[in-house]
């Protein structure tokens, strides 16, 4: 363990902002940027300075058709960072879908396990979930980046997506998780193409089963898709960051516990708006 205590999550009476820290050379829309440890240290610490509550700290790119890293050089990107900022009081998440590769950050200061795939693709995260002892995120996911965007088949995606959610609460909690700990995540991109992604955010009620939520929409394609003006044009991840603010805003005014984002500053400000907006509300009702 780390010789000072590891950062704890916050608690706030707000909804709370998860900066997207990808050390890889390939994510969607920040890879490359902060693939040196430095770089990735420097980019932490100014998440938290625009007002992130959390960083999130991942070393393998889960983009649609991203390929595996090696477990060693999953870890040799990310330890150094977690450590870094650990040590500045940060709390950090892992995002990982390795069970080594989690339980080597929590040793190293991450306070909470963000695993895209709610356990499915290690059978050992489960356990090392409930040895740590730390808060984890469990998305829906059915397939690695090679093969998402092809399992992306629903008749009902909300009670579906629903069913699967509980399949991996249920294995958790088998496994020895306290079920206090578990956030769910609708995976938002995740087997899900375009249309798929609504009708988690627009019910998110109805799938989180009163869990705490987290929602990762932050410039994804089916934002992209939503905003385009024109058919044959898709909007780049730069220019979805508005659309982003608004799934932000409706998550926050709906409950969510956190909101996985690239721009804190945009978030934190709309999160403050949902709150001066909801305070009002109770304070005239
Ligand atoms: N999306 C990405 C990566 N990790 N974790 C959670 N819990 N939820 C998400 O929606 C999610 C995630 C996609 O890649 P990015 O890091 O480039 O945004």
Known sequence: MPATP???LPHADRTLVMGVLNVTPDSFSDGGRYLDADAAIA???ALVEEGADIVDVGGESTRPGAQRVAPREEQARVLPVIAALTAEGIPVSIDT???????????AGACLINDVSGGLADERMAYVAADTGVDYVAMHWRAHSTEMDDRDRYDDVVAEVAAELA????????????EDRIVLDPGLGFAKVGDSNWPLLANLGQWSAGRRVLIGASRKRFLGAAISRHP????GPERREHATTAVTTLSAAAGAWAVRVHDARSACDAIAVVSAWQDAAKATR
């Open 167 to 178: 399949a991996r609460v249920d294995a958790l909690v088998r496994a020895g998780v306290s």
């Open 232 to 235: 044959d044009e898709e909007a």
């Open 97 to 107: 879908m390795r069970a080594a590769t989690a339980a080597a950050a929590v040793e």
């Open 6 to 8: 590891a950062p704890r």
């Open 43 to 45: 980019r932490g610490l």
